[in-house]
């Protein structure tokens, strides 16, 4: 797939770096579904002019020629070379200026003709796992479906060496961590929710998984779970696992936002 980079300005001034696949066969004067890949975290980038930028690899065929749009966006806070203020501002942000970058961004896409804003897509993993949970529990109106993977549900139970970083101290700031984490806005789950976890991740514990079910499973919001018995953070370990996982994730994007021009 040919990638085009393009910049994007949100309502409140701020410009972002995008890069976005079209359908193969694209034709202008038909709307598509846009499936969004998001990581938003500090610790990365996801608008790189590199190699297989644009490939997803938890689909199984080509999302160009079953006709996806698939874009990813670098909002403020991600290592981009930006400058100071853009990297400072997301301290004590994470789950709150990120999120909002990305759904801004997101409305202005949304009103490109050619993309249809009723099969509207967000997958991630790691934090990109949690600001997929963000964006569908914070921007319902935007994200109708969305897969998210090895998620931080709840920023208290992550790395301190990382999350005090770029959080500060929950001493000191308790209400940051609660309004930066996926767990405090589950009860606005409208769309569609695949959630993915590896029960042995070492990194982002499975305590957050159960974390986040419990608090679905308290408001009653339906969703689709997936725990692997006893895989890492990558959910690579076990016969079959990489296929089994790859499949699921295909066939649920297919369902909920399906593809092709209309």
Request: no cysteine; hydrophobic share 40%.
């Given at each position: 797939p040919k990638e085009e980079f393009f910049k994007i300005t949100t309502a409140e001034g701020v410009e972002m770096d995008g890069w976005m696949i079209k359908p193969t066969n694209f034709d202008a004067s038909k709307k598509y579904p846009v499936v969004f890949y998001v990581y938003t975290e500090p610790a990365g980038t996801t608008v790189n002019d590199t190699y297989g930028i644009g490939r997803n690899r938890n689909y199984i065929g080509n999302m160009a020629d079953d006709g996806y749009i698939y874009i990813s966006l670098d909002n403020?806070?991600?290592?981009?070379?930006?400058?100071?203020?853009?990297?400072?501002?997301?301290?004590?942000?994470?789950?709150?200026?990120?999120?909002?970058?990305?759904?801004?961004?997101?409305?202005?896409?949304?009103?490109?003709?050619?993309?249809?804003?009723?099969?509207?897509?967000?997958?991630?993993?790691?934090?990109?796992?949690?600001?997929?949970?963000?964006?569908?529990?914070?921007?319902p109106e935007i994200y109708k479906t969305g897969i998210s993977l090895a998620a931080i549900s709840n920023q208290l139970t992550y790395d301190n060496i990382y999350q005090e970083r770029y959080m500060g101290l929950p001493q000191e700031n308790l209400e940051d961590f609660a309004n930066g984490s996926p767990v405090t806005y589950a009860k606005n789950l409208q769309g569609n929710l695949l959630y993915i976890h590896g029960t042995g991740d070492d990194n982002v514990h499975y305590q957050n998984a159960e974390i986040l079910v419990n608090a679905l499973i308290k408001h009653n919001k339906q969703f689709q779970f997936m725990p692997y018995p006893n895989r890492t953070h990558g959910i690579r370990e076990g016969e079959g696992t990489t296929l089994h996982l790859t499949t699921l994730f295909t066939n649920y994007l297919k369902a909920n936002c399906p593809p092709g021009g209309r």
């Open positions: 403020r806070g991600t290592p981009a070379p930006k400058g100071r203020k853009w990297r400072k501002s997301i301290y004590r942000k994470i789950g709150r200026i990120n999120i909002k970058d990305q759904a801004m961004a997101a409305k202005e896409i949304l009103k490109w003709d050619f993309v249809d804003p009723d099969r509207i897509a967000v997958w991630g993993h790691s934090g990109g796992g949690a600001a997929t949970l963000n964006l569908l529990f914070q921007y």
